[in-house]
Nanobody, 126 residues
């Protein structure tokens, strides 16, 4: 059974940093793309970043490019989202997701992912 568990969220001030982790278990993820999405109250779930487990190719939303970095540790089966220079508009629940054999274009769509974590709250105060 596939399980994705996020951690690392919290309450920070604008300009601070946080690192989210997503521990994956239940299968071999070498053919998967791991995505990070977020959802703020009253808004649609939106793409944040993604990384392919095998070659490590990354993608970012324009709103986080240059501030957020996605990475993975194959030995620990864990994906990370390093978030720097956080802004109040980054406040949301952040979700980790796994999708198999995703094309470069489909990784931006939440409907393309098969498995989801429970989410972790990130709150950025001004």
């Amino acid at each position: 059974q596939v399980r994705l568990v996020e951690s690392g969220g919290g309450l920070v001030q604008a300009g601070d940093s946080l690192r989210l982790s997503c521990a994956a278990s239940g299968r071999t993820f070498s053919s998967y793309t791991m995505g990070w999405f977020r959802q703020a109250p009253g808004k649609e779930r939106e793409f944040v970043a993604a990384i392919s487990w095998s070659v490590g190719s990354t993608s970012y939303a324009d709103s986080v490019e240059g501030r957020f970095t996605v990475s993975r540790d194959n030995a620990k089966n864990t994906v990370y989202l390093q978030m720097n220079n956080l802004k109040p508009e980054d406040t949301a629940v952040y979700y980790c997701a796994a999708g198999q054999l995703l094309s470069r274009s489909s990784r931006y769509r939440h409907s393309a992912y098969d498995y989801w974590g429970q989410g972790t709250q990130v709150t950025v105060s001004s």
